[in-house]
């Protein structure tokens, strides 16, 4: 039986989502925005002489460090996932509030995210997956709290409602088109990669319903092949080949600008809530 010291230092080991946003937060500040030349994170502050966008350029790195440090120092505090929330959703926040950075920045307005046909499934199909990847980080921080279920439960209902349903126009169904598809995923796995590993993360939400053992693993899994789906559309033009780098470069920074920050926030602010309500209940 497992005491509350051991609990506690289990939970910490789970709770690593700022090392991984942190690394994919600080690339954005190591690799150039283009590769026209002076678009290095130095070079675009000192090109750019607005405030807000100086601002907003100048917190990536912040951030990252942030994250980075308390991860890797093993900081315990509910301040850690503050720090990482605040900071994250400063930086998405920002650009809502001066519109001038979308407009010096396009490729880091979500709008521009290369979501291809997920994208046209609708926001409620992504915000159902938002509710799964949610509801699994309760279920990786504090397995006990009903909240984790809940929201992965709904979000993994939402989803298959959503995935199933006949098109505004009358055309077959997203999930029915790709699983007739999928003995042609040798050819076209540009489009079946990411359906099988968000179908996948779907499944693994659906059979984490049920309180076992492997729910902690089932949770971390889930959270992996989603994570997975949505990265695969950034990388997927460098696998192609054939194509110029130039092209790909910016949407991938623009994407990582956006998806990093998104990410850390979300995970810091459920971190911190679920902590905050299993000490209220203690």
């Known amino acids: 039986m497992p005491t509350g010291l051991t609990k506690k230092r289990e939970s910490r080991g789970r709770i690593r989502y700022d090392l991984f946003w942190g690394v994919f937060l600080a690339a954005t500040c190591l690799m150039p925005a283009t590769l026209e030349g002076g678009s290095?994170?130095?070079?675009?502050?000192?090109?750019?002489?607005?405030?807000?966008?100086?601002?907003?350029?100048?917190?990536?790195?912040?951030?990252?460090?942030?994250?980075?440090?308390?991860?890797?120092?093993?900081?315990?505090?509910?301040?850690?996932h503050f720090v990482n929330f605040a900071l994250a959703a400063a930086q998405l926040i920002l650009p809502m509030a001066a519109g001038l950075i979308w407009m010096e920045?396009?490729?880091?307005?979500?709008?521009?995210?290369?979501?291809?046909?997920?994208?046209?499934?609708?926001?409620?199909?992504?915000?159902?997956?938002?509710?799964?990847?949610?509801?699994?980080?309760?279920?990786?921080?504090?397995?006990?709290?009903?909240?984790?279920?809940?929201?992965?439960?709904?979000?993994?209902?939402?989803?298959?409602?959503?995935?199933?349903?006949?098109?505004?126009?009358?055309?077959?169904?997203?999930?029915?088109?790709?699983?007739?598809?999928?003995?042609?995923?040798?050819?076209?796995?540009?489009?079946?990669?990411?359906?099988?590993?968000?179908?996948?993360?779907?499944?693994?939400?659906?059979l984490n319903l049920m309180r076992s053992?492997?729910?902690?693993?089932?949770?971390?899994?889930?959270?992996?092949?989603?994570?997975?789906?949505l990265l695969f559309w950034i990388v997927r033009p460098f696998l192609e080949g054939g194509v110029p780098l130039r092209t790909h470069v910016p949407a991938a920074w623009g994407a990582l600008r956006f998806i990093a920050p998104w990410f850390l926030a979300l995970d810091g602010g459920v971190a911190f809530v679920a902590i905050s309500i299993t000490r209220s209940e203690n």
């Not at 997956?129 to 709904?154: C, D, E, H, K, N």
């Open 105 to 206: 920045f396009p490729m880091s307005n979500p709008a521009s995210l290369p979501l291809t046909s997920l994208g046209e499934m609708g926001w409620v199909v992504l915000v159902a997956m938002t509710a799964i990847y949610v509801g699994s980080g309760i279920r990786v921080t504090r397995p006990s709290q009903v909240a984790g279920q809940a929201f992965a439960a709904l979000g993994s209902l939402v989803l298959a409602v959503f995935a199933f349903l006949p098109t505004a126009s009358g055309d077959t169904p997203f999930a029915i088109t790709h699983l007739k598809q999928l003995p042609q995923i040798a050819t076209e796995w540009r489009d079946q990669v990411p359906f099988v590993l968000l179908a996948g993360a779907a499944l693994c939400s659906m």
């Open 213 to 229: 053992r492997a729910e902690v693993i089932l949770a971390g899994l889930t959270r992996l092949l989603m994570v997975a789906g």
């Open 40 to 80: 290095y994170l130095w070079n675009l502050v000192a090109e750019h002489e607005n405030p807000w966008v100086r601002t907003w350029l100048l917190l990536a790195p912040v951030a990252a460090a942030a994250a980075l440090l308390g991860a890797f120092v093993g900081w315990r505090s509910r301040a850690r």
